[in-house]
């Protein structure tokens, strides 16, 4: 069986990258974004049950840290189709080796990867161009009730942004830093 995408670990438990086979012609290119068997084989269980688009227009905006909780946590597979941007994946699984760490990568259209992020990860973006457009494929609803984030310049965290963060969102900059009683997100 051919494999149209490849899957490589990333330094953080349990997440992924997808590097996209690229097929192309004087009619231009295709590449399969996901295809669940192959995840699943690979024993990840990232059923797409919605599908969700975001532009930004500005260089230098930064969407996140957002994550959903339990029952409501979702596997995300990310992807970049025009600019470029630096996303980042942070582990709040306390019983994770990995637990408190972030791992960022540039994605971009050019790249021809995705990221797949685990469930109890929280995940966030920065524009490094104008018109950033992304497509997120999540294995869970939106729950509004269940839905959380940390701040995106938390210095638990220290982030290392690539540009000076700009945009955050009323909620992104109202967000606690974490405390010495965050517990992480449990399943």
């Known amino acids: 069986m051919q494999q149209d995408f490849s899957l490589e670990p990333l330094p953080l438990a349990d997440a992924y990258r997808i590097r996209h086979k690229v097929f192309a012609d004087e009619r231009g290119m295709f590449k399969r974004i996901g295809c669940h068997q192959t995840l699943l084989s690979a024993g990840i269980d990232a059923q797409v049950r919605q599908v969700n688009c975001s532009l930004t227009p500005t260089k230098g905006t930064v969407r996140g840290m957002h994550f959903q909780l339990p029952p409501a946590a979702e596997v995300k597979i990310v992807n970049c189709f025009q ?94 830093f974490i405390a010495d009683n965050f517990t992480g997100v449990k399943f």
């Open 83 to 176: 600019g470029e941007l630096f996303d980042v994946l942070t582990d709040l699984r306390p019983s994770s080796p990995t637990y408190l760490q972030w791992y960022g990568e540039r994605l971009s259209a050019d790249s021809h990867t995705s990221l797949i992020i685990p469930q109890g990860f929280a995940h966030g973006f920065q524009a490094l161009t104008n018109d950033v457009l992304m497509m997120y494929l999540n294995s869970t609803d939106y729950a509004p009730e269940l839905e959380s984030g940390l701040h995106p310049q938390d210095p638990a965290l220290s982030i290392a942004w690539p540009l000076p963060v700009i945009g955050l969102s009323e909620k992104d900059a109202s967000r606690a």
